[in-house]
């Protein structure tokens, strides 16, 4: 690699305020490198709506390394409470096959590492944890037009309301529709999965919790009906009540976090019942992605009139103002391109489908490697091309693999999907589940163990280069 010879103090420069794009912005402004966000969005509360994203340990340790200690136990005590159970149950609620603690009533499971554990959060919640200490880095209403590389390896910026900003680095984290990326890589393509999935929240209630089993309600859930259309299911309960002050039944270090947390005034999220219903996309309205809120839940109610009428209670009384479409597509994985000051992290360059629900927490691993290289950088450990160029090659390597996992846990060219063989595929899927489950736990969680083993090589192999 070449040699840049950089300011001492090396300005970053990110477009897009997404998880990774802050993840990185906290670790660089807590190591003392200079950092600029720049974010489309109008203001704080514009953007992300209040949906569940799960945070893996790797996830978690990213955020652990990146942010300040003060933030990083905000971010603990705004998550949602744990799920218990991993669940697949049929349109009936009968339960097919269930993962999970065998507790008593009130019992807890034991408490796992404090850093590196899975936790549910808010996307609203997770976004205002990690613009909190930002304000005087990130700038909104800065929607970004192109760049120009400079001779002297600078980067150069430039916004629709004619400002312009130079930095050092320029860093892509502007998602799945990336400008940067489209300038930058221009032959790095998405294409469809040929799956759509309608998302959904429907406010917690005495009424709406009740529709639930206990596991379905304590865990995370898929729901499969006929036709090849499936749910997920996800009770998100948090910290806070519908007035926005911590609830009694939290403790009282966590409810002073709480309370004395400016983010707070600024993330609208309540408990709710998160659920996303899906099919393959020839199996839906081609004018789908144009239908608003109301017509996406009649549509929702029309496709499941043989389910449980729990569940299409559910749907029913699901907030019409929170349900939208996704057309889900993918990244096409390319070989590694001619290292820059220009760099790439998240969706930006990875976009995946949410088969293994790894998306946000590969941003968040890449948010932590760049920032890991990007301080060596400044502190001579390695030239700022040698910085990128490393982290790249990992990036390109863990990044495309877990896109080309997320993608084989299915598309919309799944048998199950298919007219004649998709409803017997269905029932020996269905049968071969039964039979799991009603093994004995030990034999149980051992073919849960062999299930999971490529993600368990995969964490080891995280850890080993961490």
Not at 142 to 164: I, L, M, N, W
Not at 224 to 232: C, D, E, Q, R, V
Not at 342 to 361: F, Y
Request: aromatic share 6%.
């Amino acid at each position: 690699m070449g040699v840049i010879t950089m300011s001492t103090s090396p300005h970053v420069i990110i477009i897009g305020a997404g998880t990774g794009g802050l993840c990185l912005a906290q670790g660089l402004k807590q190591a003392g490198v200079k950092v600029t966000v720049s974010e489309r969005d109008r203001t704080r509360r514009d953007g992300l709506q209040g949906y569940r994203v799960g945070i893996s340990p790797d996830g978690s340790r990213a955020l652990h390394a990146c942010l300040p200690p003060e933030l990083w136990d905000v971010f603990v005590a705004t998550c949602a409470r744990k799920p218990f159970y991993f669940g697949m149950w049929s349109e009936q609620l009968r339960e097919l096959l269930v993962f999970g603690p065998e507790l008593t009533e009130g019992q807890q499971p034991p408490e796992p590492d404090p850093i590196a554990q899975d936790r549910s959060v808010s996307r609203m919640t997770l976004r205002q944890v990690l613009l909190t200490g930002l304000e005087d880095v990130v700038q909104f209403d800065k929607t970004f037009t192109h760049y120009e590389q400079r001779p002297d390896g600078t980067v150069t910026a430039f916004f629709d309301d004619g400002t312009s900003a130079t930095g050092d680095v320029l860093v892509a984290a502007d998602g799945s529709n990336s400008r940067v990326r489209g300038q930058y890589l221009p032959d790095a393509k998405l294409v469809d999965a040929k799956l759509i999935g309608l998302v959904g929240k429907t406010p917690l209630t005495e009424e709406t919790r009740k529709l639930l089993p206990d596991k379905v309600f304590n865990g995370i859930s898929i729901v499969s009906g006929p036709g090849g259309y499936s749910t997920i299911i996800h009770v998100m309960e948090f910290p806070w009540g519908q007035d926005g002050k911590p609830k009694d039944t939290i403790g009282g270090t966590n409810s002073e976090l709480i309370e004395s947390w400016p983010g707070l005034l600024y993330d609208n999220t309540r408990d709710y019942i998160m659920w996303s219903f899906g099919s393959a996309q020839h199996k839906m309205p081609a004018d789908l992605m144009g239908l608003k809120g109301p017509q996406l839940r009649e549509l929702v109610i029309e496709r499941t009139t043989r389910w449980h009428p729990n569940l299409r209670k559910l749907f029913l009384l699901g907030d019409t103002s929170t349900i939208f479409p996704i057309n889900i597509r993918t990244s096409e994985p390319i070989p590694q391109w001619k290292t820059t000051t220009i760099t790439l992290l998240g969706d930006a360059i990875h976009t995946m489908t949410p088969g293994r629900g790894i998306g946000a927490n590969t941003a968040l691993r890449d948010a932590r490697l760049l920032c890991e290289n990007l301080v060596k950088a400044r502190e001579g450990g390695m030239t700022l091309l040698d910085a990128i160029h490393d982290y790249e090659t990992q990036m390109v390597e863990y990044g495309f693999d877990a896109v080309i996992k997320s993608r084989s846990a299915g598309t919309g060219d799944d048998a199950v999907y298919k007219p004649v063989i998709g409803p017997i595929v269905a029932m020996i899927g269905r049968t071969g589940m039964r039979l799991v489950n009603n093994l004995p736990r030990q034999m149980k969680m051992k073919i849960a163990e062999n299930m999971d083993k490529d993600r368990d090589q995969e964490k080891q192999k995280k850890q080993a280069t961490a």
